[in-house]
């Protein structure tokens, strides 16, 4: 899939904890249709980077443009409601609900109707919710839930919890979706399927932005790299130039299989 | 100026009372994230405790004080054991060991009211009835005694968290349970100690409190909301705040009784007035936590 | 359709009930009913929404009182009464949910709870306005075309809020306001971050279920033409909270079924054992938190479903 327009662009982007600078003069754009990959070393900041777009909360100095309108401020559910949906790095399902409900809840920046027709019972509040429950079974298979669609939410596996993470951020039909490392923890079954519906949801002109520590995973999905170290941007490339930077290879220094690097012959690139 | 003086040493005292009762909420809840309301009812507990125990047990006042604060530790503990200990292992919420409290409560009341006939039962200090003057500052032996005894378990327990190695796995527990256990704390050892510490220093509070009244069932509604008001006004994170709490609390309420013009009726609206305000307000209390070390 | 004869066969019944009653039966009955349409709301609240508030009974107070007040010492008709008693409470309920949402578990039930204390005092030392701890007596409502609402037509009224009362959290509860609702109560986090204003909703929550306290609390004040502080206190609206959990709380079955049952304990326990009933109440509470989270009805659940566990087994 070639990449579209750009959707997001952020740039100068800061955020500081106390005296830790968590986020440093970020600056990188994410096209529609484009998986753009966000690796670094633990504590790099990237969920920071995330937490940011996301309006969890206030940059320091920066901007984050949708469109070319500055969304900096903005209250997460309004940046939800924009069109950028997420999943987490630690699954947060809505416990208490029934997988197709929780996928349903995704979609509420969709519904348009307010709670008078809901009340009145009209048949357009009925016919909105009819569509949404199809909708949301239609996720619900498109991530490969079928089955568990009954189960208690509580008592799903690990990896379904990220399919259905998956599914839920989907609901929003989103423009861009945030993946927080939703690799970490999968068995490689579920890798595989995780990597093809994130595929498919690049091909739906979807723009992607992809935290991973498993670099076969990224690799085989990204079609550009941002590497964080300590807050800053070290490199923007394409993954096969990653391995081989220089910068890289030192942030990642005494950990270089993790990037694959390969340090003899300089030749690392098969993606 | 008498007159202010002596209600200076009365308020004191009732506000060492509630910041005991503070220090039992803060106990549980510190390393368990769990309010318990109970605390009122363990504070009446140990009332009737000591009075049992002087009363038909013979022995002194002063020695009723350890005993029922025993007594109450032994029933925090099979508290914990018995409502808290099993949601804790099954995950339950935050919520379900402070509803499951809330329902030990009513058992507390309705045991208490089916085991003892009378409405009041009065209840000796250990010095008796007296009145002593330092000077311009009078008050009765037992206002006297209270404000001595609770400087002296706040200093115990100040020192018991800053200075010894029990009392900073305590803390630890306190900051990231997980973490601690990773450290090799027994969570399950400090959460029953909590428990029981707390129902300990509730009972202390009663003990101490019902020689200024009597001993009653009724005594423990309102000390279970001045104690989490207390908490909140000293802010949860410091042990010194809950006592820093109950002061200001108490001196907010007499100083309002006795000399607003308004109806000693409407003074009751003081303390959910102070609550809200806080709640609102100074959400962390006048107490800030200290910096993480 | 079939909705539509459900609902009507439900009223129905609940309007000819009272009529075949003897007296104090009748009045057992439609306090009742005050108790089931409030768990109704607080199980919105509470068990749906997620906010441990316990000024729903401070909600039903202010409802009451208001009317009363507005009637027979404003001389206020009974029509205007009501839409304006209704408006006074929606309009505390938001200010004080405005102010309180932000707090989060505990700290919400300790602000509601000085609420609610804050209520009593001030009904307490109201003098001639609240009547003071005695609270206010002898009123009556006016004739209506010559007919004096009385008894058991008042069950009726108060059956007629109570089902109006479910129909409404019942449609808001299956629809994305409901969804909204119980996402934030499981995780405010991820609500968020799917688009939910969990100011707003919340807010919204408690705002509609306050107001549909005070309806309750406006036709129970007509029951024996008395309103006084003791039953709009603390006392009752932790006995709302265990009748919630203690039933089922997020469940509407669950409220009706805990409201039921322990108003039923009481009034029938009581001339026996006098106030210890209560203590039943506390063992019953502890019991449901630590068996089964979801209270009697998910006890019920267990048991159904495992019966027909058993029976898809007991097919070859
Ligand atoms: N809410 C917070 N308060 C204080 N420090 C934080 C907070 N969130 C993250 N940090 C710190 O910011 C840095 C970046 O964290 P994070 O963005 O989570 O890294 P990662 O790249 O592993 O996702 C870390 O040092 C972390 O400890
Ligand atoms: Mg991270």
């Not at chain 2, 020695?63 to 292992?89: D, K």
């Not at chain 2, 000390?223 to 802010?235: D, K, M, N, P, T």
């Not at chain 3, 808001?172 to 707003?200: F, H, L, P, Q, T």
């Not at chain 3, 006890?299 to 566990?309: C, F, S």
Request: hydrophobic share 55%; glycine share 12%.
């Amino acid at each position: 899939m070639t990449a579209g327009k750009t959707f997001i662009e952020i740039s100068n982007l800061s955020k500081r904890f106390g005296g830790l600078t968590a986020v440093d003069d970020v600056d990188f754009e994410v096209r529609e249709g484009e998986v753009l990959g966000l690796i670094g070393p633990n504590g790099a900041g990237k969920s920071t980077t995330f937490n940011l777009i996301c309006g969890y909360y206030p940059a320091n100095t920066g901007s984050i443009r949708l469109d070319g309108k500055e969304i900096i401020g903005q209250p997460p559910h309004k940046i939800a409601a924009l069109g950028i949906m997420r999943t987490f790095q630690h699954n947060m399902p809505f416990e208490g609900m029934s997988v197709t409900e929780n996928v349903m809840v995704g979609a509420h920046t969709t519904l348009h109707g307010g709670l008078i027709p809901v009340l009145l019972g009209t048949g357009r509040a009925r016919s909105e919710e009819r569509a949404l429950r199809k909708k949301a079974d239609e996720l619900i298979d498109f991530v490969g839930l079928s089955e568990e669609r009954d189960t208690p939410v509580t008592s799903l596996s690990f990896g379904q919890g990220r399919l259905l993470e998956t599914a839920r951020a989907l609901a929003g039909e989103p423009r861009l979706i945030l993946f927080d490392e939703p690799a970490a923890g999968l068995t490689p079954s579920e890798c595989v399927r995780l990597s093809e519906i994130i595929r498919g949801i690049a091909d739906r002109g979807i723009a992607v932005l992809l935290i991973e520590h498993d670099m076969h995973f990224l690799m085989s999905l990204a079609e550009r790299v941002v590497v964080l170290n300590f807050g800053s941007k070290i490199a923007d490339a394409l993954p096969q130039d990653i391995r081989n930077n220089p910068a890289v290879i030192q942030a990642y220094l005494g950990d270089a299989a993790v990037i694959g690097a390969d340090t003899e012959n300089g030749s690392g690139a098969d993606a | 100026m008498a007159d202010l003086l002596e209600l200076l040493v009365s308020a004191t005292a009732s506000g060492c009372v509630y910041g005991l009762i503070a220090l039992a909420y803060l106990l549980v809840l510190r390393p368990t994230g769990v309010i318990n309301f109970a605390s009122g009812e363990w504070a009446m507990m140990g009332a009737y405790a000591a009075y049992v125990i002087s009363d038909a047990g013979g022995l002194p006042p002063i020695l009723a004080i350890p005993a029922a604060a025993l007594v109450l530790a032994i029933i925090g503990w099979l508290t914990e054991w018995l409502t808290v200990r099993p949601l804790v292992e099954r995950g339950a919420g935050h919520l379900a060991p402070i509803l499951a409290l809330l329902g030990m409560l009513v058992i507390y009341h309705q045991v208490v009211l089916l085991s003892f006939s009378e409405d009041q039962y009065p209840l000796d200090g250990p010095f008796g009835f007296g009145r002593i003057e330092f000077g311009l500052l009078a008050g009765s032996y037992q206002d006297f005694f209270i404000v001595g005894a609770t400087i002296a378990i706040f200093i115990g327990f100040w020192l018991f968290f800053e200075r010894t190695v029990w009392g900073r796995s305590f803390e630890a527990v306190a900051i990231n349970r997980r973490a601690a256990a990773l450290m090799g704390i027994n969570l399950r050892m400090v959460t029953a100690l909590s428990f029981a510490g707390a129902a300990a220093i509730a009972a202390t509070a009663g003990v101490l409190d019902s020689p200024r009244g009597s001993v009653e069932a009724n005594m423990s509604l309102p000390l279970a909301v001045q104690g989490f008001s207390a908490l909140i006004i000293g802010g949860i994170n410091r042990v010194e705040g809950a006592l820093l709490g109950g002061i200001v609390l108490a001196f907010a309420e007499d100083l309002t009784r006795r000399y607003a013009p308004i109806p000693s009726g409407l003074a009751l609206g003081v303390t959910p007035v102070l609550l809200i305000t806080f709640l609102l307000v100074l959400p962390n209390g006048i107490l800030r936590a200290k910096e993480a070390k | 359709m079939g909705a539509a004869i459900r609902w009507g066969g439900a009223a129905l019944i609940m309007c000819v009930v009272p009529f075949l009653l003897p007296l104090y039966e009748m009045d057992v009955y439609r306090k009742m009913l005050f108790w089931v349409a409030l768990a109704i709301s607080y199980n919105f609240l509470f068990g749906i929404a997620g906010q441990m508030a316990l000024s729903h009974f401070a909600f039903a107070g202010i409802g009451a009182y208001t009317v009363v007040i507005l009637m027979t010492q404003a001389g206020v008709p009974l029509l205007l009464a009501i839409p304006l008693a209704l408006g006074l409470a929606g309009i505390l309920a938001f200010i004080v949910s405005f102010a309180a949402t932000r707090l989060e578990g505990f700290y919400l039930a300790l602000a509601t709870l000085a609420f609610a204390q804050l209520f009593i005092v001030i009904l307490d030392e109201g003098g001639a306005l609240t009547g003071g701890t005695g609270g206010l007596t002898s009123y009556k409502l006016p004739l209506v075309f010559g007919f004096e609402i009385q008894g058991p037509w008042l069950a009726i009224a108060m059956a007629l809020v109570l089902l109006l009362t479910l129909a409404f959290l019942l449609r808001i509860d299956r629809s994305w306001y409901g969804r909204a609702c119980r996402a934030i109560r499981d995780n405010g986090e991820a609500a968020a971050a799917m688009g939910v204003d969990v100011k707003r909703t919340k807010i919204m929550a408690f705002t509609l279920t306050s107001v549909m306290a005070a309806g309750a609390g406006m036709v129970y004040a007509f029951f024996d033409n008395t309103v006084n502080p003791p039953v709009f206190g603390l006392e009752n609206a932790f006995m709302l909270l265990f009748m919630v959990i203690i039933g089922g709380s997020g469940s509407h079955l669950g409220a009706i079924v805990g409201a039921v049952l322990l108003r039923l304990l009481q009034d029938m326990l009581e001339p026996f054992v006098g106030q210890f009933h209560v203590m039943g109440l506390g063992i019953l509470m502890v019991v449901v938190i630590l068996v089964q989270p979801k209270g009697l009805v998910g006890i019920w659940d267990d048991l159904v479903g495992r019966k027909r566990a058993g029976r898809r087994k007991a097919k070859p």
